[in-house]
């Protein structure tokens, strides 16, 4: 499994410039290449990466969270987010499982991870819960 440099270029942009908000990415299952699939703009939510995700295939997510602390300090924190839902083929949630560790490697800067087979497992209260 090789990672793109447009998956490291994008998680960059998105970790140091802000410029996305989060970054979808899908497998090539002939190549072996991590893609990059779907970027969301910085003026896009947390529903915005949700819905973006396919309802019958997996996919790998990075979501940059901001939110404030009790302190009222603002604060930034990237999330990796596993998808694999219960209809996509054993295949591909094989190929995803097995691939995971080699593209975390690759995005430094991911702070929580979350594995979800539906939408609920991965609601914004999920990732809320994590970030503080």
């Keep these: 499994m090789w990672v793109t440099d447009e998956c490291k270029n994008s998680f960059m942009e998105m970790k140091w410039k802000k410029v996305h908000r ?39 997510a990075v979501f940059d969270f901001d939110f404030v602390t009790v302190d009222n300090c603002r604060k930034s924190k990237i999330f990796f987010i596993a998808w694999s839902p219960t209809a996509s083929r054993i295949r591909a949630k ?7 560790d080699g593209l975390r490697r690759v995005l ?24 503080n």
């Design 22 to 60: 989060y970054i979808v990415f899908k497998i090539d299952e002939k190549s072996r290449l991590v893609n990059v699939d779907k970027v969301g703009g910085p003026g896009e939510s947390y529903d915005d990466l949700a819905a973006s995700l396919p309802t019958d295939d997996c996919r790998y």
């Design 94 to 100: 094989m190929l995803y499982a097995t691939s995971k």
């Design 108 to 131: 430094d800067g991911i702070s929580y991870e979350v594995q979800a087979t539906d939408p609920t497992e991965m609601g914004i209260d999920v990732i809320k819960d994590k970030a």
